[in-house]
C-alpha cells in the first residue's frame, strides 16, 4: 500500500481516530498548564516529501520538532512541529513567564526544552494511543528527540529511512486553542509508518478499499 492510495474513507477515520487522540490530549494538556485547553484535527492529507517540507516553509524554514520512534507492530517515525513562535507560546504558559524566548540567552532553555518534550508526549502518546485502542496494535513511542534548527535539517532523519520505500508521509493537522487567551496553535503531526504499517492498521481497521 503506498500513502497516496488512502481513500476518502480511510483519511475520514484516521481523522476521526485523531480527534480522540487530541481531545485525550487536550484533557492532559489542561492539567498540566491549568488553562482549559481544546484540541482538534481538521485535516489529515497524504503529501509529498517535497510538499510537507512546504507546509512548514521550506527547507530553510527555523523550526522546533520533535522526533520520535514507533515501536511495536507496525514502525515507522513521528515528528510535531511546531514553529519558533508557537513554542514559544506554549512554553510561557507552561513555565509562567510571559517574557521568555528561544532566541535569546536566558538561563531558561533546560527547563523550556523539558516542557516542550512534555507537550510532545502527551500529544504524540495520545494519538497512538487512540490508534492502537482503535485497532488493537501495540505502539510504543520512544523518547523524544528535540531540536531547533532548519527544517531541512531536521526532517532529513526520518525521511531517508522512509524514502527508501515511499515518496509519501501523512500529515495530521492539529489545532491548540486555549480558551482563556483565545490563542490558537497549529501544529503539524506527521506520521510516517512504513507502507506495510499503515496496510496493518487500516486492515485491523477492516478498511481495506481504495473507493474515493
Given at each position: ?112 526544552f523539558s516542557a516542550l518534550k512534555e ?9 497512538l494511543t487512540a490508534l492502537s485502542d ?65 496496510s496493518a492498521i487500516f486492515q485491523a ?8
Amino acid at each position: 500500500m503506498e500513502y497516496v492510495h488512502l481513500s476518502k474513507l480511510q483519511k475520514d477515520v484516521l481523522r476521526e481516530v485523531g480527534n480522540i487522540g487530541a481531545g485525550n490530549a487536550a484533557t492532559s494538556l489542561s492539567k498540566l498548564i491549568n488553562e482549559q485547553i481544546h484540541m482538534k484535527v481538521p485535516s489529515v492529507n497524504i503529501v509529498t516529501f517535497d510538499e510537507m517540507m512546504e507546509l512548514i516553509g521550506g527547507p530553510e524554514q527555523v523550526i522546533v520538532a520533535l522526533l520520535f520512534q514507533i515501536y511495536g507492530d507496525v514502525p515507522g517515525t513521528v515528528y510535531f512541529i511546531l514553529s519558533v513562535e508557537e513554542a514559544e507560546s506554549l512554553i510561557r504558559k507552561m513555565i509562567q513567564d510571559e517574557n521568555f524566548s528561544l532566541t535569546e540567552e536566558n538561563g531558561n532553555n533546560e527547563m523550556a526544552f523539558s516542557a516542550l518534550k512534555e507537550i510532545g508526549n502527551i500529544v504524540t502518546g495520545s494519538y497512538l494511543t487512540a490508534l492502537s485502542d482503535f485497532t488493537n496494535i501495540h505502539m510504543q513511542p520512544s523518547v523524544p528527540y528535540l531540536n531547533i534548527d532548519m527544517a531541512g535539517a531536521l526532517l532529513t532523519y526520518g525521511l531517508l529511512e522512509i524514502s527508501q520505500v515511499s515518496d509519501y508521509a501523512l500529515i495530521i493537522d492539529t489545532q491548540i486553542i486555549s480558551n482563556d487567551s483565545g490563542d490558537g496553535i497549529t501544529g503539524n503531526f506527521f506520521l510516517l509508518p512504513k507502507p506495510e504499517s499503515l496496510s496493518a492498521i487500516f486492515q485491523a481497521l477492516g478498511i481495506n478499499g481504495y473507493e474515493e
